[in-house]
């Protein structure tokens, strides 16, 4: 099968995403509460163009959150890529309008540390088991500036693109509203905003504004817990220049982003390990990535 078609797509969605259009899902990392958290994500796609996707090929977190009172928290957070991937047909991109040229075999490698980020929580409980959270985060320009748009390896967590753009810095705010029962259905709702700034190929003249947002439902008994995540996010800034340099159509869905998560979480005291599965709703999405395996292990440091 001719995976031309499919590299092509690619590149054209990496190279648009920052001139074009956060969060993964709600349930990929648990809201903070009073109670000092460690938390180390890992996210492992399986792609349609790509052989030799080794075990621990993927995009990695580790997030700490570490409560100052009963209501806020600063939080910190460290994005890792770690992946290599052969592609299965010999093709490679020239990186201009000429498209592709023949290649006898490409490998992509990817290893670095993306864009870290900052930030602060606050949480207002209206109920037992009812919270209202705010979070403001910063995402310091730390990523090099050798990483390459075009690698595949970013395509893992389009959601959250900004963590891995190099020369670019990100303001970002969500609000969410959870229901957190002991047992039976919950339920939660986030949206935010986040500002791209940066002086480089992935940002706009006049900085870039997103929106991104999350609804979650799920089903908690004894130590189990079993949840469904619909999240996404669209680029609201845009110029009439972008579809004619990356030869593409400016229609809204194609500055939006969206995925579906099915996940499960285990309490076992202060540790608690999830494992979800994300699927893009896109068809064209899916057609490069057909879906993504993650894994988070969180430990919580309370008595």
Not at 82 to 102: E, M
Not at 117 to 127: A, D, E, P, R, S
Not at 224 to 242: Q, V
Not at 262 to 277: D, T
Request: hydrophobic share 35%; aromatic share 14%.
């Amino acid at each position: 099968m001719n995976k031309l078609p499919h590299l092509l797509s690619l590149g054209i969605f990496l190279s648009l995403l920052p001139v074009s259009i956060k969060g993964q899902s709600a349930q990929l990392f648990t809201p903070p509460d009073s109670v000092a958290r460690l938390e180390l994500r890992y996210l492992h796609p399986f792609y349609e163009s790509a052989d030799n996707q080794g075990l621990l090929n993927g995009n990695y977190d580790l997030t700490l959150s570490y409560p100052i009172n009963n209501r806020w928290n600063i939080q910190a957070s460290i994005p890792i890529i770690f992946s290599k991937y052969d592609l299965d047909n010999s093709y490679s991109y020239d990186g201009g309008y000429g498209g592709y040229a023949g290649a006898k075999t490409t490998t992509l490698k990817d290893n670095f540390i993306g864009n870290i980020m900052i930030g602060v929580n606050t949480n207002h409980y209206q109920q037992k088991s009812r919270v209202l959270s705010l979070d403001l985060q910063l995402y310091l320009p730390t990523a090099p500036h050798k990483y390459d748009p075009l690698s595949i390896a970013a395509g893992t967590n389009l959601c959250e693109y900004q963590k891995y753009l190099y020369d670019v810095t990100t303001i970002a705010t969500k609000v969410t509203y959870a229901s957190n029962p002991e047992t039976g259905w919950f339920y939660s709702l986030s949206g935010g905003a986040q500002l791209l700034i940066g002086k480089s190929d992935y940002v706009g003249d006049d900085n870039d504004l997103y929106f991104s947002y999350a609804l979650r439902t799920g089903y908690k008994i004894k130590s189990f817990a079993f949840g469904l995540d619909y999240n996404g996010i669209i680029k609201l800034t845009h110029t009439e220049t972008d579809a004619y340099r990356y030869r593409r159509s400016h229609e809204f869905r194609d500055r939006m982003f969206d995925a579906i998560n099915v996940s499960a979480h285990y309490s076992l005291n202060n540790f608690q390990p999830s494992i979800f599965y994300s699927v893009y709703t896109r068809n064209d999405l899916r057609d490069i990535i057909s879906g993504t395996l993650g894994i988070k292990l969180a430990y919580r440091f309370a008595k």
